[in-house]
């Protein structure tokens, strides 16, 4: 028999059930507040409706904009109030919305949105960005991934010193204010592929055990006209993956003072205006078909009164650098730095860098260039190789050829890979004051004397260059090469002491070069003296002093008078003595006294000549004069 207190067991189970689906408690009523069976470590209490949440496909933006204040976890009430609808910390239904889609750990893609939003209205606060990457919620293993794409994040978006837990993916995205990642800490990566920023970045002192994407990643398309973004800054960061900025438009400066990135920081079909990576350590650095803008690169989409004193200060900074285009003075990059195909127009700082394998210019068209005191271990690569297309070809047209240079003073360059023989791969000027070098790598693979001779004469002179391609040639057991540059060496020696004004040691040269060819071949000097022996030896026979007349016969046969000479026929002996002091052949040679004036004159020459071509021959043998 059921008595009234089994009815009652039996009844209110279903009473229970009929309250839990009342229209009162449904999804659609937003006053009563009830936990939350996800997520609720984070949001104690949404109003109801938010939690589980979905949309119709019927809220307007302004319905979806409506803000709902995030309750005080530790008071667990709604605390919905007039004022909390208004502060910073409270959530739009659009933002709820994409929270509980994150909740079910999955990630939100563009297909995410409600269908009847356009793109400008998928609006979400930066502050929310905060709040879900500040959340415990998704520290839990086997989920690594923030993803949210397609949104317009409204507000400053400032996350410095926070510490991510896993990936953040900002992708397809519209920033709208500025953007603030320094002394950010992961172990994971950050995505901003294919965002626009409308002001800046600053990502000072980052520390990043993953990778860092900026740009585009759409296929082979170029870089947009339009900005993605005034300016960033990565000073003092460190990246333990990679860092790529593929594609992007970038107004301003990068700035990447003592930037480190483990693995390979690149810069891919993009523009800008200033690239400064001072003191930078890569793993491998590329710059790939980018372009470095030659217009004011302060040209900001806004007015400078609507610019934040951030961007006030890195305007006037640029400013005053507005004659550099890129800036890798003290890099160091553990593998390759390719600078291929891209275009800098003004001047280039490539200073003490370090790089252990390929310094790649090819294809590039560059104006000034410094690369004084760099190390390439491996090959320097400018112009075409063998099999190699002639469009790949290093330029000097970026700007103006006529004011154009490239300083490689005291740098060292194992192998230089460069056709000599096309000077349009070189500047205008070419400075190489000390460059160290092993071999060049022509089109024919094998180095020719004519190409270095011609490549040395473009270049402004400087003694220790010669030197080198001198010592080139004879490590690689081509003496007589050798001996040549040396000799070219020593002309443009010569011609630079002219052009100086300095006449003195241009005539001394001269004599050198005229008497043994600046030592390298000393028998000259053996062809000068016996030519002035035979000459001198003409000249004494026109003098009065070097015959006589003496008369011969006797009374038999008859007296003539004959013509005799005082030394010797041809007056050789004479001349010899008179050349060369140190060997006496005859002492009477030095008693004698010319009376011609003229041929006296000349005999003080020859004297001086002897002393002059003995002191020559003596510096040649000796090594001095090379």
Not at 161 to 183: M, N
Not at 445 to 457: A, P, Q, R, T, Y
Not at 560 to 566: A, D, G, L, R, Y
Request: aromatic residues 12%; proline residues 3%; charged residues 25%.
């Amino acid at each position: 028999m059921i008595n009234a207190r089994h009815l009652a067991l039996l009844i209110l189970p279903a009473v229970f059930v009929l309250i839990r689906i009342d229209p009162a408690h449904s999804k659609n009523n937003l006053t009563t507040p009830v936990d939350r069976y996800e997520c609720k470590d984070y949001i104690k209490h949404l109003p109801t409706g938010l939690a589980p949440f979905k949309l119709k496909g019927t809220e307007t933006p302004q319905n979806l904009a409506t803000k709902f204040p995030i309750p005080d976890k530790s008071s667990g009430s709604s605390g919905v109030s007039a004022d909390d609808s208004n502060s910073e910390e409270s959530w739009s239904i659009l933002e709820v919305y994409v929270w509980n889609h994150l909740c079910d750990r999955k990630p939100f893609t563009i297909s995410d949105w409600p269908k009847n939003l356009k793109d400008n209205e998928r609006k979400i606060s930066a502050y929310f960005i905060k709040a879900v990457i500040a959340s415990n919620k998704f520290d839990i293993p086997g989920y690594n991934l923030i993803r949210i794409e397609g949104a317009t994040i409204t507000g400053e978006l400032d996350l410095q010193h926070e510490i991510l837990r896993s990936d953040l993916t900002l992708k397809k995205c519209i920033i709208e204010g500025a953007v603030t990642l320094d002394f950010l800490r992961t172990e994971h990566n950050l995505d901003f592929s294919n965002t626009t920023f409308n002001k800046y970045v600053l990502a000072r002192s980052m520390k990043v055990d993953g990778s860092v994407y900026f740009g585009r990643d759409n296929g082979d398309s170029d870089s947009p006209d339009i900005p993605d973004i005034n300016f960033i800054d990565f000073t003092d960061s460190n990246i333990a993956g990679n860092a790529r900025f593929d594609k992007m438009n970038i107004a301003g400066r990068f700035n990447g003072l003592n930037l480190k990135v483990v693995q390979t920081l690149r810069f891919l079909k993009s523009k800008l205006a200033y690239l400064d990576l001072y003191g930078g350590e890569f793993g491998q650095l590329e710059i790939r078909s980018t372009s470095f803008t030659r217009d004011d690169p302060n040209a900001w989409t806004r007015e400078r009164k609507n610019l934040d004193d951030e961007e006030k200060r890195e305007q006037d900074e640029v400013r005053e650098l507005g004659t550099i285009s890129l800036d890798t003075d003290g890099v160091s990059v553990s593998r390759s730095m390719f600078l291929d195909r891209s275009t800098i127009p003004k001047f280039a700082a490539m200073t003490y860098m370090k790089v252990p394998v390929f310094l790649s210019l090819l294809g590039t068209h560059l104006h000034q260039v410094d690369l004084t005191g760099s190390i390439v271990s491996a090959k320097l690569i400018l112009g075409t190789a063998k099999n190699r297309k002639k469009a790949e070809n290093t330029d000097w047209e970026a700007t103006n050829r006529n004011q154009s240079f490239f300083i490689m003073n005291d740098a060292i360059i194992k192998t230089i890979d460069a056709p000599l023989d096309k000077q349009n791969i070189w500047p205008e000027t070419t400075v190489i004051n000390n460059l160290h070098w092993d071999e060049f790598n022509d089109s024919n693979g094998k180095i020719k004397l004519e190409d270095v001779k011609s490549w040395l004469s473009h270049t402004v002179f400087s003694a220790s260059s010669y030197d080198q391609a001198r010592e080139v040639f004879m490590k690689s057991g081509m003496e007589k090469e050798a001996k040549e540059i040396g000799i070219e060496k020593r002309h443009q020696e010569r011609k630079d002491a002219w052009n100086r004004g300095d006449y003195f040691n241009w005539f001394l040269m001269t004599l050198l070069w005229v008497f043994i060819d600046y030592g390298y071949n000393t028998w000259y000097a053996g062809l000068w003296i016996i030519g002035f022996i035979v000459f001198g030896g003409i000249v004494f026979n026109t003098t009065k002093t070097s015959r006589y007349r003496e008369i011969i016969g006797d009374r038999n046969s008859g007296f003539k008078e004959v013509t005799k000479f005082q030394f010797d026929r041809f007056g050789v002996g004479y001349s010899f003595d008179m050349l060369l002091p140190l060997v006496k052949l005859r002492e009477k040679h030095y008693q004698v006294d010319i009376k011609e004036p003229l041929q006296r004159y000349y005999f003080y020459f020859h004297k001086i000549m002897g002393y002059v071509l003995g002191s020559v021959f003596v510096a040649g043998i000796s090594g001095l004069t090379h």
